[in-house]
């Protein structure tokens, strides 16, 4: 109706255009990036480009059974044993803000997702050889570092030793990695490609 380009796309596929322009994009070209928020998403880029898939689905990691849902590291499954351990927060922007790794339930969430999110882990790093998987999204950083060093590379394979792992990291971006590649790809889309 305007006559203006209009740009879709998730927030886990913009948080990782944002992180290859003013984040671990400066240094890695293949990177995968975790979205962790209300619920749970990733962003591809390949050769320092958004990979969409063939149907526009690359990323969408959140496809468990109904017995497995409940243990995605999707952050409103901790603000749920959080409030079942009695520790009153009012959101997920709450709990970025006032994190506090000692909270009751915040183990017990470790403990439930860790499985799963090795899963995901370890496949990603099989199906896409990254350099890097970044941990964003609205995660306190606090619980970001907990997560990464929680975090296991299983070690059988068959070649002696295994090959590199990707290097896993919280995001680099200075601000929200969503918002600054909302605002970035239109100018990249227009006056860089």
Sequence with gaps: RFGMPVWLKNNATTAAIGESL????????NFIYLSFNFGFGAGVVIN????????????????????????RPALRYLLEDLHQSGVQVDSIEDLRLRFDPDWPGVNTWLTRVKPTLDRLINALAGLFDPQAVVFGGQLPPELGKRLIAATTFWGTHRYNPPPPRPQLLLSETNGDAAALGAALVPLKERFFV
Aim: proline share 3%.
């Design 48 to 71: 320092g480009k958004p990979y969409f898939g063939s149907h526009g689905n690359a990323g969408e990691i959140t496809l468990y059974n109904d017995e497995e849902s409940i243990n």
């Design 22 to 29: 003013v984040g671990v994009g400066a240094w890695a070209s």
